[in-house]
């Protein structure tokens, strides 16, 4: 299957039709035991399910190919299969952050494992000097997303990871935001991927989980070990969801990524818009590298808007199809304002710092018709006008 081209992989890489009934898709094994025909000797060398599960198997199976990597292994949600990789870690290693990441992801560093004594460092990785020198000599470990979570900042894959690689560190990318349709770090010399499944993985809005993709085989048992002793593994149902969520990858993909291309040009020349961030516009300070590590932009935009929170309430609260929501990579649109929602937990300096301001917002495009989205996103500036005083009468009153 891996000489195969991405589509075909995402329908048929890890699944067979079922050998006892023709099944053509993986049942759901709603099971938490197997029966064992004599202590230790297995039917199929499956024994609990919290160590493996065939419905997980396949899931695993197929993430893994689509990555290019030989190993998927599969995680409650995001941010288990974070955990899982800093558990490979031990107290008094050091961690080295993008500076932009899901703010449950610097909670994690921040709030959990530092008491833990894993100390971490932020660093914004769209400057190599600056990550060069932010090592130490006890950073065992590099995490980074990109595009980052909220200001769609690009990192360079091959540069951040051969550092790492030099400095005797690993290597996780979160892929969460391009996929494995736009992006594979693996191939940009990234020892983990890591994902979200909650997002265009699963694509629909209706499961949490995460997964792991590497390619060597001591990294992956070592995984798999931290998988089942820490056991926040996904349940069949959900595994059963995203096999059938990845088969439609690719389709969806190219949808979310030519509305996401119309919409961040509409805002970029709208009068209440002060900024847009979209890795495919030539004005993101990225947009090089992006073109090179990406084979398209994704459904993600940013954009500033001008004011601060009363223009970005009327806004948000304006919107009739875009749904005030977090998360993001569903069918349907999705818009948030990360100060507030996703991003509360990081530090106002390190949120100021990075452009995370009352104005901000932040678009999951969906796939519904572009027309309909651009109108609505239209109506709701124009509802920023009307009900914000000019600046003019605003000072009158004071
Ligand atoms: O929610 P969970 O499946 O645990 O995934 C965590 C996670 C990990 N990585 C990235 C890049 C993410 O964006 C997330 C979750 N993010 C949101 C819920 C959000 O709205 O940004």
């Not at 079922?18 to 064992?36: C, E, F, K, L």
Request: charged residues 20%.
């Amino acid at each position: 299957m891996s000489n195969k081209h991405f589509a075909t992989r995402a329908i048929h890489a890890g699944q067979e039709p079922d050998p006892t009934t023709g099944a053509i898709m993986t049942p759901v094994y709603q099971t938490s035991t197997y029966v064992q025909t004599s202590p230790g000797r297995y039917i199929d060398n499956f024994d609990y399910s919290r160590s493996a599960n065939p419905t997980r198997t396949a899931l695993e199976a197929n993430l893994a190919s689509l990555e290019g990597g030989k190993h998927g292994i599969c995680f409650a949600s995001g941010v288990a299969s974070l955990a899982a990789c800093i558990h490979l870690l031990s107290a008094g290693d050091h961690v080295l952050l993008c500076d932009d990441v899901y703010g449950g992801t610097f909670r994690m560093f921040n709030n959990v494992f530092e008491q833990l004594g894993i100390n971490f460092t932020r660093v914004d990785m769209t400057n190599a000097a600056l990550t060069r020198a932010a090592f130490t000599g006890k950073t065992r470990l590099v995490w980074l997303e990109t595009p980052t979570n909220p200001m769609l900042k690009i990192v360079d894959i091959a540069m951040v990871t051969a550092l790492a690689r030099e400095k005797g560190a690993l290597s996780v990318v979160d892929n969460t935001f391009a996929t494995p349709y736009l992006q594979n770090p693996l191939a940009l010399g990234a020892d983990i991927v890591s994902h979200s499944c909650t997002k265009y993985l699963g694509g629909h809005s209706d499961l949490v989980s995460g997964a792991l993709i590497v390619n060597d085989d001591d990294l992956a048992a070592r995984l798999h070990y931290i998988q089942n002793a820490v056991g926040a593994v996904p349940a069949p149902w959900d595994c059963f969801l995203l096999l059938r969520s990845t088969k439609t990858l690719h389709v969806r993909m190219e949808r979310h990524c030519a509305n996401a291309k119309r919409i961040a040009d509409y805002l970029a020349d709208h009068s209440r818009v002060e900024r847009v961030f979209y890795p495919g516009r030539s004005d993101h300070p990225q947009h090089a590298i992006a073109a090179q590590q990406m084979s398209d932009f994704g459904g993600m935009i940013t954009m500033t808007l001008k004011g601060g929170l009363a223009e970005s309430r009327t806004f948000l609260e304006s919107l009739r199809l875009f749904s005030l929501a977090e998360s993001l990579g569903g069918v349907e649109s999705l818009i948030e304002h990360p100060a507030i929602m996703t991003h509360a937990s990081v530090d106002a300096d390190a949120r100021e710092a990075l452009g995370i301001t009352d104005g901000l917002v932040r678009l999951s495009v969906g796939i519904e018709d572009a027309d309909d989205l651009l109108g609505d996103l239209d109506q709701a500036l124009s509802a920023i006008r009307t009900a914000t005083p000019p600046a003019y009468k605003m000072a009158a009153r004071s």
